[in-house]
């Protein structure tokens, strides 16, 4: 990147914040985003949410050695594997990264694969509402001590527009829902539209990476092989012998069925089928969520490609992106833009 393309970065806020490369799991965003970051001159944030605990990097098929050395890497492997990781906590810690980054006249390179984590930069949640803090550990415990079964009842009840909101209500969104509505008279469905964002949104000039199923399917059948090849087992065992088994953690895609093949319960062949299986079907969830949940200028790209054509393409993209805002008026009189 040359310093007059970094100073425009800074400056002009109508210039995009950063580059974001996304999609399913096993479409190469990896090597594409350490291609275009040495290119550019940018930096990577990973929007992983598991990627981002230490120890597993084999399992979660996190950027080794190598490609962490060959570009700075902001949120991977950062974590002990019992800290749970939501979308609110990674949108505060990258809109850090994202601003020294950009401080550093470099380039933020989003690169991953966790959709919510992604929406959290470019929409960002509603800032808390004041709650009274002793009714709100009081029933804090009490919701601790329901089950999941009762939890959803309850935020069906009070939030009946929550589940058309969003994709899935698990117990930690369903309890949430119930605290908002007891304490501020709002369910969490209207102050996911009604509430005052907590920061301001970053804007990114989104690519996603597209392959057909087969192919698709096929580059999942040779990583699962290669993480098996590359001490996945070994990864495994090391945590559950740290007494880490029931971390939040080791629900990652994977790791029970490791374990099962390590105790014997399991073949090779039947544990990498199940693996193949499992992340063909979160890969389809993927392929849906990013179909239909990113803005319209979202520029889709056949992974299929080269890494070298792909990168191409995207640096061409972003330089063409900075031109344009440089004209812009508006551009003249912006600040910082960080």
């Known amino acids: 990147m040359s310093g007059e393309e970094g100073g425009r970065l800074r400056e002009q806020e109508a210039a995009p914040h950063a580059i974001a490369i996304v999609g399913p799991t096993a479409t190469g965003k990896t090597d594409l985003s350490i291609a275009v970051a040495q290119e550019l001159g940018g930096e990577i944030v990973s929007v992983d949410s598991r990627q981002a605990y230490r120890d597993m990097a084999i399992g979660t098929a996190a950027p080794d050695r190598l490609e962490l050395e060959a570009v700075p890497h902001h949120g991977v492997g950062f974590l002990g594997p019992e800290e749970r990781f ?13 601003r020294d980054i950009r401080d550093r006249q470099h380039i933020p390179i989003l690169a991953g694969g966790t959709g919510f984590f992604l929406r959290a930069l470019l929409e960002p949640v509603f800032r808390e509402p004041p709650m009274d803090s002793g009714r709100r550990e009081s029933l804090k415990a009490w919701l601790h001590l329901q089950p999941t079964d009762a939890l959803a009842a309850w935020a069906g009840r009070l939030d009946p527009q929550l589940k058309r909101r969003l ?16 304490l501020t008279g709002w369910p969490l469905s209207w102050w996911l539209e009604h509430g005052q964002p907590e920061a301001p949104a970053i804007s990114a000039l989104i690519f996603v990476l597209t392959l057909p199923a087969e192919e698709h399917r096929t580059r999942i059948a040779s990583r699962t092989e290669r993480m098996v090849d590359s001490g996945w087992i070994e990864e495994a065992v090391g945590l559950r012998d740290a007494g880490l088994e029931d971390a939040p953690a080791l629900n990652a895609l994977g790791y029970r069925t490791v374990l099962e093949l390590a105790d014997g319960g399991l073949t090779r062949e039947q544990a990498v089928q199940r693996i193949n299986r499992q992340t063909w079907a979160y890969a389809r969830r993927q392929r849906t969520w990013f179909r239909h949940q990113l803005p319209e200028s979202a ?7 080269t890494t070298r054509q792909l990168a191409l393409r995207i640096v061409e993209d972003w330089r063409k992106a900075v031109r344009v805002a440089a004209t812009r008026p508006e551009a003249h009189s912006a600040g910082t833009g960080r």
Do not use: K, N
């Open 167 to 182: 994709a899935a209500v698990d117990r930690q969104r369903a309890a949430r829902s119930v605290e908002l509505t007891l």
């Open 299 to 305: 520029v889709s790209l056949d992974a299929s490609q």
């Open 86 to 98: 939501s979308a609110g906590s990674f949108a505060r810690l990258a809109r850090g990264w994202i």
